[in-house]
C-alpha cells in the first residue's frame, strides 16, 4: 500500500501517533520537556533535509529510533542561539 502526502501537514497528522509514542518513550527517560512537535522538528531540519521519495516505514522508523541523546543536544543549541530572555513586564 502506498501512501502519497501532498503536504508536510498531512505527512504530520499521519504520523502523529508514532511521534507520541516517541514523546512518551523520551518522558520516561527523564527528558521530560521534549515535545512531538521537537521530534518533528528535528527530523525535519537534521534527518530529512535532504531526503527524497521517503516511505512511509522509514519515517516511522526514524521516530522510533530517533537517539535521545541527539535531540537533547539539538534542542539545547536551538534555545542558545534563540536567546531566550525572561520578561517581568
Not at 22 to 34: A, N
Amino acid at each position: 500500500m502506498d501512501f502519497e502526502f501532498s503536504t508536510k501537514e498531512e505527512l504530520f497528522t499521519r504520523v502523529r501517533p508514532a511521534l507520541k509514542a516517541k514523546e512518551v518513550e523520551l518522558h520516561r527517560l527523564g527528558y521530560t520537556y521534549i515535545k512531538d512537535i521537537d521530534i518533528w522538528n528535528y527530523l525535519i531540519e537534521l534527518k530529512w533535509k535532504s531526503s527524497k521519495n521517503l516511505m512511509l516505514s522509514d519515517i516511522v522508523n526514524d521516530i522510533m529510533h530517533l537517539n535521545e541523546k541527539k535531540i537533547d543536544e539539538y534542542l539545547k543549541n536551538k534555545m542558545t542561539r534563540s536567546g531566550r530572555n525572561k520578561y517581568f513586564n
